[in-house]
């Protein structure tokens, strides 16, 4: 393995490793490569879409489940906390802005040289991969660890596809929801992105904020239990990164176990595990939403002459017409290799994918079909199970990755001709 950068057919420098994303798993990744002394680049805004956020929020997971990952573990967010005076203690809910912020340290002391500009685009080279930066400077690289996080992969109705972002908008679009103060709101899904904001857009002072969603019902997250709760207690539901119980422990414990499951039983746990649910720390809060409609769904938007939107909305007492000023969809994100943009259209065209959402197919070591192009994150999660959502898994992937970037930089990354089908049942790296 090279740890120096080369010079071949090219004044540029040929990289081991070069990080494409700097949220939790990119950081995560970056110090576990910087640890092992591969030649790496790490790319982008340091937590960007948790900067984002607007302030206000809290995370849903318990702070001993939000660490990202060094080989040490000598950067966690309990570390963080201490520099800072505050004790990150179970059962109790940690600001956004705070994590964000721990994540800006985690890079300072973890990762080196972090370039905040972003990866325009990555396709193959003949010794790799060949990556350009937004502003234009080429990059060669042996490897890449994709590591985009959620954005990319907003997912929105169909029915509101296509409407202007005055109209509206994905809720990671948003920071301040001051904007809205005066202002008529509909807030789509029935998860904790919904319901938090609808609470923070009554806060700020919208005019009204109403929910409408697809479920029957709202499901709230309960207090967590203590700890410490006796034997039996824990032996019943165990505590997991992802919540109690035994299913949330084999997701949270053995993401390696889940990707051996058959397709078929991956894809119904990938859309159904974890549902939709409220931390229950939001739920008084919530109280003073009063429109809350439930089992219901957009079926045509349109703007109105006043500039307003017209919405059908179908029921089960049928269909009615709302109007609105805003709509704000809190309806997730789809790990589709369609909305990789940064991936060349060559290199996507090429990769194997799994499930109906047109995820790409994960190896062992989190290395796509392609040779030397790794995944970690969103992307994963159709290969490797719930806990890819979210930044517990950071912790499986980022060692295992590395070790994978190291596997492959010994046995060559082959300038492969692009064209592979995206068919195919096994990964090209396993275990």
Request: proline share 7%; net charge positive; hydrophobic share 40%.
């Amino acid at each position: 393995m090279k740890t120096e950068g080369t010079m071949s057919n090219s004044s540029k420098p040929m990289y081991d490793l070069v990080v494409v994303g700097a949220g939790p798993y990119g950081l995560s990744v970056a110090a576990h490569a910087a640890a092992r002394g591969l030649n790496l680049r790490t790319f982008g805004r340091s937590m960007e879409s948790w900067h984002a956020m607007p302030s206000g929020m809290f995370l849903k997971s318990e702070p001993w489940a939000s660490h990202l990952s060094d080989p040490r573990g000598a950067y966690g967010l309990d570390a963080y906390a201490a520099t800072r005076g505050v004790r990150a203690a179970h059962g109790v809910p940690l600001p956004v802005d705070f994590f964000a912020a721990y994540g800006d340290w985690f890079a300072r002391q973890a990762v080196p040289a972090l370039d905040e500009r972003l990866i325009a685009s990555v396709a193959p080279g003949a010794e790799g991969f060949e990556l350009r930066t937004e502003d234009g400077e080429p990059l060669r690289a042996r490897t890449v660890a994709l590591a985009v996080g959620v954005l990319p992969f907003t997912e929105v109705p169909g029915p509101l596809r296509g409407l202007p972002r005055r109209y509206v908008t994905h809720s990671s679009h948003h920071g301040e929801l001051d904007g809205f103060a005066g202002r008529d709101v509909t807030v789509i899904g029935a998860g904790q992105a919904a319901l938090e904001t609808a609470a923070l857009l009554t806060e700020r002072g919208a005019a009204a904020v109403r929910i409408v969603a697809r479920a029957d019902r709202l499901n709230w997250n309960t207090l967590p239990p203590a700890l410490d709760r006796g034997l039996w207690p824990s032996l019943r539901a165990p505590h997991t990164g992802l919540g109690c119980g035994w299913k949330n422990k084999l997701y949270a414990d053995t993401p390696g176990v889940f990707r051996r499951l058959p397709a078929a039983t991956r894809a119904r746990i990938f859309d159904s595990a974890l549902g939709p649910a409220g931390a229950w720390w939001l739920r008084e809060r919530f109280a003073a939403i009063g429109d809350v409609r439930l089992g219901q769904r957009i079926t045509s938007a349109a703007v109105t002459g006043d500039e307003r939107l017209r919405l059908d909305v179908a029921g089960p007492a049928g269909t009615t017409v709302l109007e609105t000023d805003h709509v704000i969809a809190a309806t997730g994100f789809t790990p589709s290799l369609d909305r990789a943009g940064v991936l060349s259209p060559a290199l996507r065209g090429a990769l194997r994918t799994v499930g109906a959402g047109g995820a790409p197919e994960v190896g062992g070591l989190f290395e796509s079909s392609w040779p030397g192009l790794f995944l970690a994150g969103l992307l994963t999660a159709p290969s490797y199970g719930p806990s890819m959502r979210f930044v517990l898994g950071a912790e499986y992937t980022a060692g295992r990755l590395v070790k994978g970037v190291r596997q492959r930089l010994r046995s060559g990354v082959p300038g492969g001709r692009v064209g592979r089908p995206r068919t195919g049942e096994k990964a090209a790296v396993t275990a």
